[in-house]
DNA sequence: TCTGGGGTCCTAGGACCC
DNA sequence: TCTGGGGTCCTAGGACCC
């Protein structure tokens, strides 16, 4: 299809990455474990069973969109005999760490993006061999575990999501040279270009701008005088300059836990409780990445689908930096006290920030005594517990006991393949 | 009746300081 | 009626992504 002539001698230091991505990642997960439901159409649903939030190639030809709620198409989805699914998220998890570990395997330069997506550096192969490579990915990933990917080549990481978007639409692993760029972006409206939204597509539009070759030909002082840093970058990627590079540290710089409830919530202690689990699964996860957060964020939220009377409340509490989860509880009550409202909540949610850390941490002369030994102690005892048995086995006892009334509702949920050894044994029965 | 969750980056504007 | 000019830091909110 496309071949790398000449650019060996011609640009012998250029760069290249890889896009790889499962192809609708969670129905294919679903389908690995359940052979029966290949070239059906299925569908993922979101939490409390609301949103179609993934969906095979087959529910896509019947039309449905993506992240629809379900109950304006019941009837649509009942008559086709859709598979519906309820998010099975450590099922995707699960699968996830085993295509990176493949990924891993063939180029150990990799960003983990998102749960079904990696950018690989491949700089270090020979322009020469990118087509092989491509090939060899493409290939593996399915044959290991069963999840087909879409692959795409290219001299920067916007250029690889376009050469990803053309190994979908061709269904093969996809190169883009550095001298085929402009071929490619030539009839590829911008809206497709990866951080082209729906506001810089009407603003590049009105300027006349419609496909990626419009823009990949403007010089840089016509995209600066009109641009943010945002386009400015996103331009010189188009034209093979690479300026996003890997970034491969794993940590998160915030981490958020919030739900929408099965039925609202309107008593006031029922709703703490809430908080408090989001909070401690939120303070869990700072733990993993070894970092301490300065700045705690809560808020509770009533239906935003009910015009009228909308209340949404939040507060930000700055701390002392710190990974202990009572440290946090105490703040979040003050917090919570601060904002809460009688009123029936939907949602709501905790936000942690300003991390450093953990290795880094020097305490000064005010904050020696803030982390606890013994509690740091007990704290990784518990996470060890937590992590190799099930979820949330213990912890701190006044946290969850009222969560029967508060729970979500996940009534199609797919069992635990990968984790729990009933249910694979049932696989095979 | 029923409408997801978790991220990143950038910008504008206010507070404060010299 | 007059009402500096920058700089920095912080935060709220927008835009975008998966």
Not at 151 to 178: D, E, M, R, W
Request: hydrophobic share 35%; with cysteine.
């Amino acid at each position: 299809m496309n071949h790398p002539k000449n650019l060996s001698t011609k640009y012998p230091s250029r760069k290249a990455y890889a896009l790889v991505d499962g192809n609708n990642f969670f129905a294919s997960c679903e389908q690995v474990f359940n052979p029966k439901l290949l070239r059906k159409p299925i569908g993922i649903l979101s939490n409390n069973d609301g949103c179609i939030i993934a969906r095979s190639n087959e529910l896509k030809q019947l039309g449905v969109p993506m992240g629809t709620p379900k109950f304006k198409w019941n009837k649509f989805l009942q008559s086709h005999d859709v598979h519906l699914f309820s998010a099975n998220f450590s099922l995707y998890g699960d699968m996830s760490k085993r295509m990176m570990m493949t990924l891993t395997s063939i180029v150990p330069s990799i960003e983990i993006y998102s749960i079904d997506e990696a950018f690989l550096d491949c700089s270090m192969f020979p322009p020469s061999e990118l087509n092989k490579l491509a090939t060899r990915i493409y290939q593996t990933v399915p044959r290991w575990i069963g999840i087909p990917v879409g692959v795409g080549i290219a001299p920067t990481k916007v250029l690889a999501k376009i050469a990803n978007h053309f190994s979908k639409k061709h269904q093969c692993p996809f190169v883009i040279y550095f001298d085929k760029i402009a071929d490619s972006l030539r009839d590829l409206p911008i809206k497709d270009v990866w951080g082209i939204g729906r506001r810089l597509t009407k603003k590049m539009n009105a300027l006349g701008i419609f496909t990626a070759y419009d823009f990949y030909k403007k010089d840089e002082e016509w995209v600066k005088q009109r641009f943010s840093i945002i386009e400015q970058k996103l331009h010189k990627e188009l034209q093979g300059k690479p300026v996003l590079h890997l970034n491969r540290t794993a940590n998160k710089k915030s981490i958020c836990v919030s739900r929408s409830f099965e039925k609202s919530v309107s008593h006031k202690e029922y709703l703490f409780d809430a908080v408090s689990c989001f909070l401690n699964s939120a303070v869990e996860k700072l733990r993993r990445q070894e970092s301490l957060a300065g700045l705690l964020h809560i808020f509770i939220q009533t239906n935003r689908f009910h015009k009228g009377n909308y209340y949404s409340g939040m507060d930000i509490i700055r701390l002392t930096h710190t990974n202990e989860t009572s440290q946090f509880l105490q703040s979040a009550r003050r917090s919570f006290d601060k904002i809460w409202k009688p009123h029936s909540y939907k949602r709501a949610g905790v936000i942690l920030s300003d991390f450093i850390s953990i290795k880094d941490y020097q305490p000064t002369f005010f904050e020696n005594e803030n982390l606890n030994p013994k509690l740091q102690k007990l704290q990784k005892t518990i996470d060890t517990i937590n992590k190799t048995h099930a979820k949330q086995q213990m912890g701190i006892a006044s946290v969850g006991h009222l969560m029967k009334n508060w729970k979500m509702n996940r009534k199609n949920l797919s069992p635990a393949y990968t984790t729990r050894i009933e249910d694979l044994i049932k696989i095979h029965i």
